[in-house]
């Protein structure tokens, strides 16, 4: 049976044979278009680009290094460049409410014009207004309307003044004040003389006086309807003024875009709002600081200048924006603020727009992992797909408790295809989590982690190697190099029938494979060189290993192997360090004794035992009760133990082992040393596939290679993981010199026979084992220590 179970070199190593590369070197071949063994993932993106209907947004999944952000951008750009060009967008003042801007869509490229335009017509008011203020006809007929005014103004002075002479009084002006004074010889009194008068001629001056100011009070009484009739009619002349001056400025513009309804609107409403603000451009006579060119010119663009928010004049296509943040103002866009004197201020000129602006009409892509990472956004995108609309809000103000008065701009209609890009797992909790999530994305592009190792599939993957090294300006490779990392890729797939699709690390790779080149001044990059790059990576990341290694060997940590021992077995663990695994051989000990307990897991019993090593352990009490005690009761107290474990243990590779070890402890068989057991059990002692087999089994080689090789020791693996082996050379080189070896086995008897070098036993017609087998040694022990449970108990 150990012959039988024993693996041939050929069976630890699927080397890939240069003949299948027909080229020398790869610089003589096509270079690969498309995208290495993802046929599912491309039949799924063709389907959701090409589904127009609500809610076929793509969540592209995958492990990372596949090559998903690649494939998705590629087949997007390709995609969109046959795609119709979306429209400009821009943010106007709203005239009528400046606190809600107005959103107006222009076709592309014209947005960028009417900018200019309007910042034309700008410049135009800037000179056509001012000239127009002094021409003579505008002079003339404001001089006409200030004449009137002081004609009314005169004639009622000039009646007081008649009656005033009559009465010896002279009626003055002084500053704009009117003032009565009595008048001797021609001559206006001075107080000195006024008082040295007789009283009775005092009196008289004074109710003159008197009597004067009340006519003139009643003369002026229509003073105010003058000036404000005054005033109309310069606040019309100037409006006609500024009309007739701007008019023949808009007229052409309006007919430009007649087409855009929303354009021409606001070229109306820009017209009137300028003759209506006129005096706001002109200024004033009364101001003390005349306005300037400047203040007028920021006048102008601050009310009527254009914030062009996306510009799509020079998009090919659709447009295809990815966003590396996914922040909330990163996405749907913000307000900006200025401070002026400690004071924040804002305008429409300040909106700014966020990545599905951009997207708009086109394809948005995100990292659904940095999406989920950021405050408000996540919620805020789902509306945004079921309103169909961008509104630029500030969330955050909701939850400050300070209300600050800001914009409300106009929501831009949005039509946009979301792609998401993100691991499985992150997929599936939001599949569970989040009920509207499916209805948002129904489409799901699922990249594969490994593709079939065929003929063909090898000759794709040459072409793949030849691809990637001119993309990153590397020298050609060798056939043998190809058929090398060909083999690395089965490896890193875990299986001899496949390939891995992790692109990512192979381009690391192919680097490093170049720098070796570099170095050793050859012109292609050869198998020798991806040797030496793998060997350079795990010597970089090996600290860790070598110091477990280098514990066993001093005896920290008690590890055999040679000798036999009861109750004691080397079971496999893997190490996951970051992103590095290695293999590290553990010792697995059992004790038995007479007890109902059943079989204790210490590693459970402490809290370090997760689920599925607790679940191993618990199948071998299934295991025992039918393979060995079907017309007795099984009882039996034992313990089984991970020496030297101080961390969390999971996982149920170690059944295998922890089986072996307890049947050891209970019939006193010993179980030699030089072997390592992983795999794991169902009740019926069937072995189960394990993952990591490469490194365990590479782990306990390194330990016995430096221990010095015997030619007995070896590793006992699932026979369902004999397609996963693709181990290091020098154990392929140690197993054909017969300096180790590997078992595969299918069943737990075939794995006692090995390590304890007895036969199992079959089981008879009658339901016993043949005699001096190990089974039956098993149940006669199990027989006998229910026997002495049951004395214990009739004795009581």
Request: aromatic residues 8%; charged residues 25%; negative net charge.
């Amino acid at each position: 049976m150990v012959t039988e179970t024993r693996l041939s070199t050929e069976q630890l190593y699927f080397r890939c044979d240069p003949e299948l590369l027909p080229f020398k070197n790869t610089s003589t071949l096509e270079p690969f278009s498309g995208f290495f063994g993802q046929t599912r993932a491309i039949e799924a993106m063709d389907f959701g680009i090409g589904m127009r209907r609500p809610g076929y947004n793509l969540f592209v999944m995958g492990n990372p290094h596949t090559g998903r952000f690649s494939f998705a951008m590629e087949n997007l750009k390709t995609t969109a460049k046959k795609e119709k060009k979306p429209g400009d967008w821009v943010y106007l003042n709203n005239l009528k409410d400046n606190r809600n801007p107005l959103a107006i869509p222009f076709p592309a490229g014209k947005a960028q014009q009417f900018k200019r335009d309007i910042k034309n017509i700008i410049e135009a008011v800037l000179s056509e207004m001012p000239a127009a203020f002094e021409s003579p006809s505008y002079q003339r007929k404001k001089s006409k309307i200030e004449r009137e005014l002081n004609r009314y103004y005169d004639q009622a002075i000039e009646g007081v003044e008649r009656e005033a002479r009559e009465h010896s009084i002279a009626v003055y002006r002084d500053a704009g004040s009117i003032g009565f004074t009595p008048v001797a010889e021609g001559q206006a009194m001075d107080e000195a003389v006024f008082s040295q008068l007789p009283e009775e001629i005092r009196d008289g001056f004074t109710k003159a006086i008197s009597d004067l100011e009340d006519k003139l009070n009643e003369a002026l009484t229509g003073l105010p309807q003058w000036r404000r009739e005054a005033a109309e009619k310069l606040k019309n002349l100037d409006r006609d003024t500024t009309r007739q001056s701007i008019s023949p400025l808009f007229q052409p513009l309006k007919d430009k875009y007649a087409n855009i309804a929303a354009a021409t609107d606001y070229l109306s409403e820009m017209e009137t709002s300028l003759v209506k603000n006129c005096a706001e451009i002109v200024g004033d006579e009364k101001l003390i600081e005349p306005l300037t060119d400047a203040s007028r010119r920021a006048y102008l663009e601050s009310n009527y200048g254009v914030n062009l928010l996306v510009d799509n004049d020079k998009v090919k296509g659709a447009p295809v924006v990815y966003e590396s943040h996914p922040s909330y103002e990163n996405l749907f866009g913000r307000v900006e603020y200025t401070s002026e004197m400690g004071a924040l201020s804002t305008t429409y000129k300040l909106i700014r727009s966020g990545a599905l602006h951009r997207a708009n009409g086109g394809y948005l892509v995100l990292e659904a992992e940095k999406l989920l990472e950021q405050p408000f956004v996540y919620g805020a995108l789902k509306r945004a797909l079921k309103s169909d609309e961008i509104r630029i809000e500030s969330p955050a103000s909701e939850y400050a408790g300070i209300s600050t008065i800001t914009l409300t701009p106009q929501a831009v209609p949005l039509s946009v295809k979301i792609v998401l890009i993100g691991a499985r797992n992150i997929y599936y909790l939001l599949q569970e989590l989040d009920h509207d999530f499916e209805k948002m994305f129904r489409v799901v592009v699922d990249f594969d982690e490994d593709v079939k190792r065929t003929p063909q599939s090898i000759r794709h993957y040459a072409r793949l190697m030849k691809t990637l090294a001119d993309e990153e300006g590397l020298a050609p490779l060798t056939r043998r190099a190809v058929a090398r990392l060909v083999e690395h890729s089965s490896r890193q797939a875990e299986d001899q029938e496949l390939l891995s699709a992790h692109i990512g690390e192979l381009v690391d790779l192919l680097c490093e494979a170049d720098f070796k080149r570099i170095k050793e001044e050859d012109e292609l990059i050869n198998a020798d060189h991806v040797e030496m790059a793998l060997s350079a990576k795990e010597r970089r990341t090996s600290r860790m290993s070598e110091k477990i290694e280098e514990d066993i060997l001093n005896q920290t940590v008690l590890i055999d192997t040679q000798g036999e021992a009861v109750g004691k077995t080397n079971g496999l663990t893997v190490l996951q360090v970051g992103d590095v695994a290695f293999g590290t051989p553990a010792r697995i000990t059992a004790t038995v004794h007479p007890g109902n307990r059943g079989i204790v897991d210490i590693e459970r019993e402490v809290a370090l035992g997760q689920p599925i090593h607790s679940k191993g352990v618990l199948i071998l009490s299934g295991f025992l009760g039918h393979q060995y005690a079907q017309d007795f009761p099984l009882a039996i107290s034992a313990s089984i133990a991970l020496e030297q474990s101080y961390g969390y243990v999971d996982g149920d590779s170690a059944s295998l082992a922890e089986v072996c070890t307890l049947l050891s402890a209970l019939t006193h068989i010993p179980i030699s040393q030089s072997f390592a057991t992983t795999g794991s059990i169902n009740q019926y002692g069937e072995v189960q596939a394990i993952g990591g087999v490469n490194e365990k089994i590479e782990g306990f080689f390194h330990l016995c290679k430096t221990r010095g090789l015997t030619g007995e020791q070896g590793v006992i693996i699932p026979k369902a993981n004999v397609r996963n082996l693709m181990l290091k050379e020098e154990v392929v080189e140690a197993v054909k010199e017969g300096l180790f070896s590997v078992h595969a086995v299918g069943h737990v008897d075939d794995c006692l026979e090995i390590l304890m070098g007895k036969k199992p036993g079959k089981r008879k017609a009658d339901g016993t084992f043949t005699q001096r087998s190990i089974n039956a040694q098993v149940v006669k022990r199990l027989r006998e220590i229910s026997s002495a449970k049951l004395d214990v108990k009739s004795e009581k």
